[in-house]
């Protein structure tokens, strides 16, 4: 496959962003008990489009959630509300939430709120 190397005439990158990826309070049982993830997420979705946090999270629940139990992670085809999402240590709200464009090197942080009791 001779896919092209860094950005595209649109600006749009087409080799696979390398991202770690992290889940907390509970979260990684989904996740093979794994708390750290490092992935290679296609730059681009299905429609080609450039990737984005919302196709992040169904490419993490596709190929990385081993627990078919993907309600505790998403709702509606959204995040499940009592998760918060951090991007380089920021809270997803302030980095435009669902609509954020994944780059190479960030961190991704998932973390569960809620607790059972």
């Known amino acids: 496959m001779n896919e092209q190397q860094g950005p595209s005439a649109n600006g749009v990158r087409s080799n696979p962003i390398s991202l770690n ?10 996740f093979s008990n794994q708390r750290d993830h490092r992935i290679q997420l296609p730059a681009k979705d299905s429609s080609g489009e450039p990737a984005n946090i919302m196709f ?12 078919r139990r993907k309600d505790l992670f998403l709702l509606h085809g959204g995040i499940r509300p009592g998760i918060l ?15 954020y464009l994944v780059q190479d090197g960030d ?3 998932f973390v569960s709120t809620l607790h059972g009791g």
């Not at 999402?85 to 609509?99: F, K, M, R, S, Y």
């Open 21 to 30: 990826i992290e889940f907390s309070g509970g979260l990684e049982i989904l």
């Open 56 to 67: 992040l999270v169904h490419y993490l629940c596709e190929n990385l959630m081993k627990d």
């Open 85 to 99: 999402v951090l991007i380089n240590d920021a809270d997803w709200e302030l980095e435009g939430e669902e609509e």
């Open 107 to 109: 961190i991704i942080l």
